[in-house]
């Protein structure tokens, strides 16, 4: 069950920590993507990156941040000014950027206390 | 802006009896439609696109741009259906890249 493996699957922190997501692939896919699920909101974009060493905010940015060094590492990092942390993180990737298919991750659920 | 509106948080029908989950769409653009499902305790993966207009599992998905729809279909509901459906649009973003936007999603419970 490779493809998109997210780490670890659960993550507890205390607030005003920072915490870093992982989330690799070895599908050699160009774009990543991160995600935030909550009940009722369905699915919305923190950050995507298109290539390597490149990455733009999705719809929900704030209080979040990205780095994309490798071709297969896609870590994201919950600042502590990010006022509502705990949630589903989900990671995807897609071939290339202009490909409509993702895919998934098995997600991290993030609990800030 | 693109948005994707999915009226029912849940749907919940016995099995046999047809199934239809809602999806309608908001883009200026020739949009380009998908259904992602996730299983209990799996991945969400896609389950099909407008563009192949092909049946998957039995479901198919119009898409129909008068009405700005594209509504997932099944004639008879398995019990193996019960899993949350996600509608998903992609549009174009800066750079030339795609960008899925998903609706919040509905949660299909089928019943013995």
């Known amino acids: 069950d490779g493809g998109i493996t997210q780490s670890p699957k659960y993550l507890f922190r205390k607030e005003g920590q920072n915490v870093t997501l992982s989330c690799e692939q070895n599908?050699?896919?160009?774009?990543m993507y991160w995600y935030r699920q909550d009940p009722g909101q369905g699915l919305r974009l923190i950050y995507y990156?298109?290539?390597?060493?490149?990455?733009q905010k999705g719809d929900i940015a704030e209080g979040y941040s990205v780095s994309r060094e490798k071709k297969e590492s896609f870590p994201l990092t919950v600042t502590s000014a990010q006022k509502n942390p705990t949630a589903f993180y989900l990671c995807?990737?897609?071939?290339?950027?202009?490909?409509?298919?993702?895919?998934f991750g098995p997600g991290t659920r993030l609990t800030v206390t | 802006a693109q948005r994707v509106t999915q009226p029912e948080k849940l749907l919940s029908v016995f099995k046999g009896a047809p199934v239809e989950l809602k999806c309608n769409y908001s883009?200026?653009?020739?949009?380009?439609l998908f259904w992602y499902v996730q299983y209990s305790r799996q991945r969400l993966q896609l389950l099909l696109r407008?563009?192949s207009r092909e049946s998957i599992k039995g479901f198919t998905a119009d898409l129909n741009k008068g009405e700005t729809s594209f509504h997932l279909k099944k004639p008879f509901a398995q019990e193996e259906d019960s899993a949350m459906y996600y509608c998903?649009?992609?549009?174009?973003?800066?750079?030339?890249?795609?960008?899925?936007?998903f609706g919040t999603g509905t949660q299909l419970k089928v019943e013995l």
């Open positions: 883009y200026s653009g020739s949009p380009e």
């Open positions: 990156s298109q290539i390597v060493n490149d990455f």
């Open positions: 407008h563009i």
């Open positions: 599908l050699n896919h160009d774009a």
């Open positions: 995807a990737s897609s071939l290339r950027r202009d490909s409509y298919e993702q895919y």
């Open positions: 998903a649009l992609s549009g174009l973003v800066t750079g030339g890249g795609n960008k899925l936007t």
